[in-house]
């Protein structure tokens, strides 16, 4: 179990219900082996620093996950394939930075 | 008697300056962020350029996670690669600012064309040959 940080962008033009189905299949491919999303957080609509593919706003959302490495090649073609999905960024958390959000603690991992 | 020179001395002396302290000492900023712009904002310049260590006064290591997690940033569009700059016309004094970037100059003003008025032509050539005349 390691401590991961995910920012996905979708793209402005999808509606709320694009937005959910986003998420849930992320939670899908996180639980495939026995990870967990501790944390959702919704920024929703943020302007662009710069404009990407003529657009100039995105729906954020960043989730906190603990999850065992070999979810992410999954998570990662998913995110990649998924033509909703704008960017998506998957970071390790370092493990200090994942104790003090208390990241693996519930896992015992 | 010999002048002494105290460690503290000689640090001092480095160009007359106080030692910069990066705002992640005097913050006690534990973890870089990326997502936190509002803090790599300070890092960066009004042209978007990462500063350099002699400006933000980072060590080697903060300097490294600042980088990283600009970089990070900019990819996810929460920070600017570039942004523009205009500049002011007439103020040549600021064509560069702390971080040492350069600015573009504002365009010289070119000299018209000199006029010769007619009559000071004449008394210059007369003098001309007054002079000959003379030396001859």
Do not use: C
Request: charged share 35%; hydrophobic share 35%; glycine share 6%.
């Amino acid at each position: 179990m390691r401590a991961y940080e995910l920012m996905v962008i979708v793209d402005a033009d999808v509606d709320d219900a694009g937005v959910k189905a986003v998420n849930s299949r992320i939670g899908e491919l996180i639980a495939a082996d026995g990870g967990e999303v501790v944390k959702t957080d919704a920024w929703g609509r943020r302007r662009y620093a710069y404009p990407i593919k003529h657009k100039l706003e995105g729906i954020y959302t960043v989730f906190d996950i603990a999850t065992p490495a070999s979810n992410l090649d999954e998570l990662d073609r998913f995110l990649r394939l998924a033509d909703d999905v704008v960017r998506h960024k998957i970071i390790r958390l370092p493990d200090s930075e994942a104790e003090r959000r208390g990241l693996l603690g519930t896992a015992a991992g | 008697m010999k002048p002494k020179r105290s460690s503290k001395g000689r640090d001092a002396a480095r160009r007359g300056g106080k030692k910069k302290v990066s705002v992640l000492n005097t913050e006690q900023v534990e973890y870089v962020d990326w997502k936190d712009v509002n803090l790599l904002r300070r890092f960066m310049s009004d042209r978007a350029k990462i500063r350099a260590r002699r400006v933000s006064g980072n060590d080697s290591q903060q300097q490294r996670e600042v980088a990283r997690a600009i970089k990070n940033a900019r990819e996810m569009a929460l920070l600017p690669y570039t942004s523009r700059v205009t500049t002011q016309r007439g103020r040549p004094s600021r064509d560069r600012d702390d971080d040492g970037e350069r600015r573009p100059r504002p365009p010289r003003e070119e000299p018209g064309p000199i006029e010769f008025e007619p009559i000071e032509a004449e008394t210059a050539t007369e003098q001309a040959e007054g002079a000959e005349e003379v030396a001859s």
